[in-house]
């Protein structure tokens, strides 16, 4: 019984780590589209001078 509860406790170490890999996996990938939106998104605007002062 000892070593099934063992086994229990470390299948469930390891599903939680595997999850949080998941979720921290998911989040990589949401910056890194945020990050390539913006840096288009600026290397736009710094290439249109007139842009700038027409959204003052």
């Avoid at 996996?25 to 998104?41: A, S």
Wanted: charged letters at 20%.
């Amino acid at each position: 019984m000892l070593l099934t509860i063992n086994g229990l406790n470390a299948e469930t170490v390891q599903r939680s780590a595997a999850t949080k890999e998941a979720e921290l996996q998911v989040l990589r990938n949401q910056i890194d589209v945020h990050f390539l939106y913006n840096t288009l998104e600026n290397l736009m605007i710094s290439r249109m001078p007139g842009l700038l002062s027409a959204m003052k």
